[in-house]
């Protein structure tokens, strides 16, 4: 019943309530019971994700740091906390490389997940195919991407991380077909403002060198969402502040 109220608070958007709702939960459950629950772990995946939907990103990365450092954590809920701190950490050049460290602690879980947990999986692999992308390791990303074919197409992110490999590729007209099919796929406004948002960063990059103009005028609308992905907002920021002024 308490897994249950916290998904329907969750479904309504009532990110506050389902914070003082789980952290009474918490606050009873002195064993730690909720934590090695196949059922009521997914309180802390509502949790966490609430933290993150009231911009409390710093907390929500807390939060989960300490999670995954316990004993007795659910495979499912191990997964959706590493995947999570996966994207978070891939996002800042100056974090990459942890990403790619718990991107290597958790692989092993893509073999041990139970099929119930299947969208976990896809989520977990996604994210380190995206984490290797981010740090120039294409060949890497792509075994991890070859795992997702039966989702690209039909899933959104899957899909925008074979537009990033492509990106990555040099493929640019292919990469944006992707976005933008990744774009179309996305059910919530959330998730299409978040992949046109890393889609206008990297044409933003594209055009750096060759087209400051163009670039520019890109960065400009990452920037403008500070909202959506942070991290992204303020490297295009920075990045803004170096392109010349247009005449």
């Known amino acids: 019943a308490a897994r249950n109220l916290t998904a329907l608070l969750a479904e309504d958007h009532a990110y506050k309530e389902v914070l003082s709702f789980t952290k009474a939960i918490f606050a009873d459950d002195g064993n730690q019971m909720v934590l090695g629950d196949p059922q009521l772990a997914d309180i802390y995946i509502f949790h966490v994700h609430a933290l993150a939907h009231i911009g409390a990103i710093k907390e929500a990365v807390r939060i989960s740091e300490e999670l995954l450092s316990k004993p007795g954590a659910t ?4 997964a959706w906390l590493a995947t999570s701190l996966i994207a978070h950490y891939s996002l800042e050049d100056e974090t990459s490389s942890i990403a790619l460290e718990l991107a290597r602690r958790y692989e092993g879980l893509l073999n041990t997940l139970s099929p119930q947990d299947a969208q976990t999986k896809d989520m977990l692999a996604n994210n380190i195919a995206f984490a290797y992308l981010e740090a ?3 060949d890497t990303a792509e075994r991890y991407l070859q795992q997702l074919s039966h989702v690209i197409h039909k899933e ?10 492509h990106m990555r590729k040099g493929n640019v007209d292919r990469a944006d077909a992707l976005y933008e099919e990744a774009i179309h796929l ?8 978040r992949i046109r948002q890393k889609l206008n960063w990297e044409s933003g990059l594209r055009y750096l060198d060759s087209d400051p103009s163009s670039a520019r ?4 609308k990452v920037a403008e969402h500070d909202d959506i992905v942070p991290q992204i907002a303020a490297r295009a920021r ?3 502040s170096r392109l010349p002024r247009p005449k």
């Open 186 to 193: 996305a059910k919530t406004p959330e998730d299409k403002k």
């Open 217 to 220: 005028r890109y960065l400009q």
């Open 75 to 78: 495979p499912k809920l191990a």
């Open 238 to 240: 920075s990045l803004l």
């Open 136 to 138: 120039g390791r294409i």
């Open 156 to 165: 959104p992110y899957p899909t925008a991380t074979l537009g990033l490999f």
